[in-house]
């Protein structure tokens, strides 16, 4: 009886990741030439969360990326109540999806607490600019009355 070749694939101690289910079972035959996945490592420190930008929003995004090199974006849950996470967006893609008119936007977080999850759903908030000296007004001191 001959025994195949094997190969053990080793994450070092400290690598950042999950590896997903695998999908093979023992006794499976597995080619080194094969298409078949047999896992998906996927890295959670740091981790990315790719948003979406409207196309009008674009050059503003634009002039403040050359000026500051990333920006401050805050991941939110589904039901925007709860800040999970802030990082940097650091990318902009260089197409814009002309079905829904935005962009595609790449942000960087550290996840040390793991608060992000690989796919999980976001909200993102990106701030673009900070006005500074200006006075704001409530909304709810201005009525209108008809004359």
Same mark, same amino acid.
């Given at each position: 009886?001959?025994?195949?070749?094997? *190969?053990?694939?080793?994450?070092? $101690?400290? !690598?950042?990741?999950?590896?997903?289910?695998?999908?093979?079972?023992? %006794?499976?035959?597995?080619? *080194? =030439?094969?298409?078949?996945?047999?896992?998906?490592?996927?890295?959670?420190?740091?981790?990315?969360?790719? !948003?979406?930008? *409207?196309?009008?929003?674009?050059?503003?995004?634009?002039?403040?990326?050359?000026?500051? $090199?990333?920006?401050?974006?805050?991941?939110?849950?589904?039901?925007?109540? *709860?800040?999970? =996470?802030?990082?940097?967006?650091?990318?902009?893609?260089?197409?814009?999806?002309?079905?829904? %008119?935005?962009?595609?936007?790449?942000?960087?977080?550290? @996840?040390?607490? %793991?608060?992000?999850?690989? @796919?999980? !759903?976001?909200?993102?908030?990106?701030?673009? @600019?900070?006005?500074? %000296?200006?006075?704001?007004?409530?909304?709810?001191?201005?009525?209108?009355?008809?004359?």
């Amino acid at each position: 009886m001959t025994r195949p070749n094997s *190969a053990t694939v080793t994450l070092p $101690h400290r !690598f950042p990741a999950r590896p997903v289910f695998a999908w093979w079972n023992p %006794g499976n035959v597995v080619q *080194a =030439a094969g298409t078949t996945v047999l896992v998906v490592i996927t890295q959670e420190q740091p981790i990315t969360v790719v !948003f979406t930008l *409207a196309e009008d929003s674009l050059g503003q995004v634009q002039t403040r990326m050359r000026q500051m $090199h990333t920006l401050p974006v805050d991941a939110w849950d589904r039901s925007q109540t *709860a800040k999970i =996470a802030s990082g940097k967006m650091f990318s902009i893609d260089n197409q814009i999806d002309t079905t829904t %008119g935005t962009v595609k936007a790449r942000a960087l977080f550290d @996840n040390k607490n %793991g608060a992000l999850f690989p @796919n999980q !759903f976001v909200n993102t908030r990106l701030l673009v @600019n900070t006005l500074k %000296g200006v006075t704001l007004v409530p909304l709810p001191l201005f009525s209108t009355m008809d004359r």
